[in-house]
Structure formats: structure tokens, C-alpha cells
């Protein structure tokens, strides 16, 4: 008996114990920094995309608003003028100055003359004594080049036979408050110029009776011519006064 346990085998004590510790588990790896700074990146990179699109809208909206506008004018006994589809430009006796925002490249458009444009002439509903004529007024510049001109320098002018009774360009507050147009080729332009039934000596109402009221021009037939710059626009217009 003591023979037979003296040739058992032997354990080394805590051979159990260091085999665990060679084939324990690893600790779980943390993948949130990695998570963050992926955030982080898609975050820059959305916000480099939305910039760039914001500047290429604005780039858009500047580009359009340049190539269009519209003019209006007003003035005493001539009517105000309506808006219409010229480009609002520079001065009409000289050539305009039309700069970038950056002023550089300056381009120099030529002022219109009454050669260089087409006009039409209506009379806007039925005019009665005393009540006067309002016209309408279309004009569209030339068909192969710009050129620039204001309708502060366009008049009317309402005759009878060969009397003048009212030329708008007498008057001193025409010219007041001009308002610039840049005609592109082809492009028209409306407005309205009108006249108060009286008759005028310039710009002074006639009193030919001497009571203190201007002469009321009575019913018949009367001419209307629009002018640029005095040099007439087209055709003279027949219209009645009832």
C-alpha cells in the first residue's frame, strides 16, 4: 500500500491557477472616441457644403438682379410714369457709366436719340372738357445696340391748328427727379404724361378773360406728339375732347 501511493503522480500546487490566468478573456475595447471624432469629421464636412452652397446662391441672385429693373418718374400736370421692362441706366445726353461694384471695367452706353427709338402714343379713355387727357407713352430702343436716355427728357406736346396749348418741357418741374433707363436692344419701356384741359402760355395758364382761372381748352379736335430731348418721337396722335 505505501509502495502503490508512493508511485501516484504529484500536482505542483497552483499549476490550476496560472493556466486561467494565460487564457482569460481581453477586456471589451471602447469604440466611443472613435464614434466622436467620426461625428466631428461628417459634422465639418456638412457645414463646408452648406457655406458653399449659401455662396453660390447669393452668386445666383446677384447675377439675376443685375440684369433686370424697372423706373418711375413724376412731375407736375405731366403725368408719372409706370414702371416697365428697361433697365434702370445713367444720364441721357452723355454717354453712361455703368462700373462694377469693384469699380473697375467701366462701360460707356450711348444715349439715346429720337432716331434710335420707337414710340407709341395712346389716348387713355374718353376726354371730356376740363377734365383733360392722360397718354400713354411706349418706347423701345434700338434693335442692334443699348443705349441709355431718362423719362424726365421725354415730353408731350397738345396743339390745335398751329397753337401750342401745352408743351410739358416748358415746365421747370418736369425735369425734376429724372428717372434713368437703360434700354437693351429691342426692350420697351411704358409710362404715362398728361394734360390738365387747360390752355398755357409755357408754362403759365392762359387767363383770357381775367376772372383768375386758367382757359379751359373747349371740345374739338386736338394733336399730341411725344418728344426726346424736343426732337419728336414718331407720329403725331389725332384725339377728341367732348
Not at 504529484?10 to 471602447?30: D, E, F, L, M, Q
Not at 464636412?45 to 440684369?67: D, E, F, P, Q, R
Not at 471695367?105 to 387727357?133: F, H, R, Y
Not at 398728361?194 to 379736335?221: F, H, I, L, M
Request: with cysteine; proline share 5%.
Amino acid at each position: 500500500m505505501a509502495a502503490g501511493q508512493g508511485n501516484g503522480t504529484v500536482t505542483p500546487k497552483g499549476s490550476g491557477r496560472r493556466g486561467g490566468s494565460r487564457t482569460g478573456a481581453r477586456p471589451p475595447v471602447n469604440l466611443w472616441p472613435r464614434r466622436i471624432i467620426t461625428g466631428l469629421a461628417l459634422l465639418v464636412v456638412l457645414g463646408l457644403l452648406v457655406v458653399g452652397l449659401v455662396h453660390l446662391v447669393g452668386a445666383v441672385s446677384s447675377s439675376a438682379s443685375s440684369g433686370s429693373g424697372v423706373a418711375q418718374s413724376g412731375g407736375t400736370q405731366s403725368g408719372s410714369g409706370q414702371s416697365g421692362s428697361a433697365h434702370p441706366g445713367g444720364g441721357a445726353s452723355d454717354p453712361t457709366d455703368l462700373t462694377d461694384d469693384d469699380g473697375s471695367s467701366p462701360v460707356l452706353i450711348k444715349a439715346c436719340t429720337a432716331q434710335d427709338m420707337t414710340v407709341g402714343v395712346e389716348v387713355q379713355g374718353s376726354p371730356t372738357v376740363g377734365s383733360g387727357a392722360t397718354f400713354g407713352i411706349t418706347l423701345q430702343g434700338p434693335s442692334d445696340q443699348q443705349c441709355s436716355t431718362s423719362f424726365g427728357r421725354v415730353t408731350i406736346r397738345v396743339l390745335s391748328g398751329d397753337q401750342t396749348l401745352y408743351d410739358s418741357a416748358d415746365c421747370a418741374d418736369r425735369q425734376s427727379g429724372e428717372s434713368p433707363l437703360l434700354f437693351s436692344p429691342g426692350q420697351e419701356w411704358s409710362g404715362t404724361l398728361s394734360w390738365d384741359g387747360r390752355t398755357y402760355d409755357g408754362c403759365t395758364p392762359v387767363d383770357t378773360d381775367g376772372d383768375g382761372e386758367a382757359q379751359v381748352a373747349g371740345s374739338g379736335t386736338y394733336r399730341v406728339e411725344a418728344l426726346l430731348d424736343g426732337d419728336v418721337l414718331g407720329k403725331e396722335v389725332v384725339f377728341e375732347v367732348r
